[in-house]
């Protein structure tokens, strides 16, 4: 079947401006994770949303950082006035209604803000 | 989680040899631990996974092994192939909440 998907794959923008990444998740997986990835490094968890309850936001670098997901669907990561160090792999994942460590990872959103 | 910036450690191995990939983890209090592997362009890709009640775990080619005493854990590929070329990263769980902290990962490069 169909893995996660993210949007766009490649988005290049400039100092200051806000950018909007996309996640759709596998249908019927409840939750939904965002990650962090510079070049060359692991993973940083951003932040994760499970159904309907308060998403867990405590790995968000900065205020200018925030998600949204709309019940068990899509989800956006955005950055506003992003920063140069901004520049990473936005990766998405979700996992499957009762098994909720096994996450599936989308193929990644590659931002460089120049 | 651990990062080691642009240099990633890296083991090359020749075709048809066994490779181990090692990591240490942090959190004693970690219940469960996965290996996930990552070519290049993707997202990672998850390969197997062990619960902290349990110390080795076999799957196809490649086993995991979990020492809590030092908070260790392997991954062992047995007769590595080409397509077994990508970063290796492992990941913990704490015992609360859903979350996962990744280590900075492993290039594995294998030589034909």
């Known amino acids: 079947g169909a893995g996660v998907s993210q949007s766009p794959s490649n988005k290049v923008t400039e100092k200051g401006k806000d950018v909007e990444l996309r996640c759709d998740p596998i249908?019927?997986?409840?939750?939904l994770y965002w990650y962090r990835q510079r070049l060359g490094q692991g993973l940083e968890f951003l932040i994760y949303f499970q159904g309907n309850s308060a998403p867990d936001k405590s790995g968000l670098p900065s205020d200018r950082f925030s998600a949204e997901r709309t019940g068990e669907s899509v989800s956006t990561l955005t950055i506003q006035r992003t920063q140069q160090e901004d520049s990473a792999v936005y990766l998405c994942?979700?996992?499957?209604?009762?098994?909720?460590?096994?996450?599936?990872f989308g193929p990644g959103t590659r931002l460089l803000v120049l | 989680g651990e990062s080691v910036g642009l240099h990633l450690p890296t083991l090359s191995v020749q075709e048809g040899d066994n490779s181990i990939i090692n990591c240490a983890y942090s959190?004693?209090?970690?219940?469960?631990f996965i290996w996930y592997k990552q070519e290049s362009g993707k997202g990672p890709q998850f390969i197997i996974d062990?619960?902290?009640?349990?110390d080795k775990r076999q799957g196809q080619r490649v086993t995991v092994l979990l020492n809590k005493t030092v908070k260790h854990l392997s991954l062992q590929i047995a007769a590595t192939q080409p397509g077994d070329s990508a970063v290796y990263f492992c990941?913990?769980?704490?015992?609360?909440?859903?979350?996962?902290?990744f280590g900075g990962g492993t290039r594995v490069l294998v030589k034909p």
């Open positions: 990941a913990e769980k704490g015992a609360a909440g859903n979350k996962l902290t």
């Open positions: 249908s019927g997986h409840t939750a």
């Open positions: 062990i619960r902290s009640n349990m």
């Open positions: 994942a979700s996992t499957p209604r009762g098994i909720q460590e096994t996450q599936y």
């Open positions: 959190n004693s209090a970690s219940d469960y």
